[in-house]
């Protein structure tokens, strides 16, 4: 016996608000992301400068 396959998709469920909120959602997480990436990079180039700093230094 075959089963009866809903065409009806998760999109096709929502509304435009809906999907608004998801996306705004999204772009939050990403730019926290970011933010977390940013201040990683600070503080692995300042971690470079004080080792080459002190490689430099007799």
Do not use: C, H, Q, Y
């Amino acid at each position: 016996m075959a089963r009866n396959k809903k065409s009806i998709g998760l999109l096709d469920d929502l509304n435009a608000l809906e999907l608004s909120k998801i996306g705004l959602t999204f772009a939050v997480i990403g730019d926290i992301i970011g933010f977390l990436a940013i201040l990683k990079a600070e503080e692995e180039a300042a971690v470079a400068t004080s080792k080459k700093e002190e490689w430099l230094s007799p």
